[in-house]
């Protein structure tokens, strides 16, 4: 039975996942010039800068999709069609012969956002838009790294459906928009508070 408080006014247009990119986009790039994140996309990268990264993001990652994938209703993310990428992490973890370091997971500051449908979507559009930039990393380090690298199965996740995927994603996300279920403002300030988080556990991470 559809949940009842899924019916909402239908909202003018507005391309929310364009909005999303543009609103974002600023986080985004500062993202890409911290350290690790430079070393990773260099030409002198290594396979123990790619076991770094792989560590570093599971401590960020394992949480922060853990709380969102909980906060979010079963009908949204139906409608997403989007799925955990967690276990892609630790497969690839320990395809290199390294785990998740429990003690530095609990380390990592506390996820501000607030408690709505729109937030915890905006959280998810910042792990799902990453598998974007994350097939372009992936084939960087094949090409410097070689086969040593594995199978690369976080970063490359949706493979060859990468746009198919993103496509979805996003039609998903304006559609709800213009249902009204999911109130553009809340998605931004979502996405905005989960790239600041990642950020700064990025800069932490040392
Ligand atoms: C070295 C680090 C990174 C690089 C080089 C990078 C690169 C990129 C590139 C090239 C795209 C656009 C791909 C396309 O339009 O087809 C993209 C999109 C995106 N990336 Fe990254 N990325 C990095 C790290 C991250 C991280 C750590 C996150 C979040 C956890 C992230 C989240 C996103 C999101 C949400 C998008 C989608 C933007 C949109 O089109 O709405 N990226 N990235």
Known sequence: MPDPQYSHTPQPHL???????????????????????????????????????????????????????????AETLQRLNIQ????????????????????RIMAMPMLMLPESRGATVGGLYVLEGATLGGRTIA????????????????????GQQTSAAWKGFTSALNGLSAEGVLT????????????????TCLERIR
Not at 54 to 59: D, G, H, K, S
Not at 85 to 103: I, N, R, S, V, Y
Not at 184 to 199: E, N, Q, S, W, Y
Request: proline fraction near 4%; aromatic fraction near 6%.
């Open 15 to 73: 391309d929310l996942a364009l909005a999303l990119r543009r609103a974002t986009a600023g986080i985004h790039a500062e993202i890409e010039r911290l350290p690790l994140m430079v070393r990773l996309n260099s030409e002198t990268v290594t396979l123990e800068d790619y076991r770094y990264y792989l560590q570093a993001i599971v401590t960020i990652h394992a949480p922060l999709e853990g709380a969102l994938y909980e906060r979010l209703d």
């Open 84 to 103: 955990p990428k967690l276990p892609a992490l630790l497969a690839d973890l320990e395809e290199q012969g390294l785990e998740a370091q429990t003690h």
């Open 139 to 158: 084939r960087h380090l094949r090409r410097f790294i070689g086969e040593s690298l594995g199978t690369s199965r976080f970063l490359d996740f949706h």
């Open 184 to 199: 553009p403002d809340a998605v931004i300030a979502g996405a905005l508070a989960v790239f600041t988080h990642v950020h």
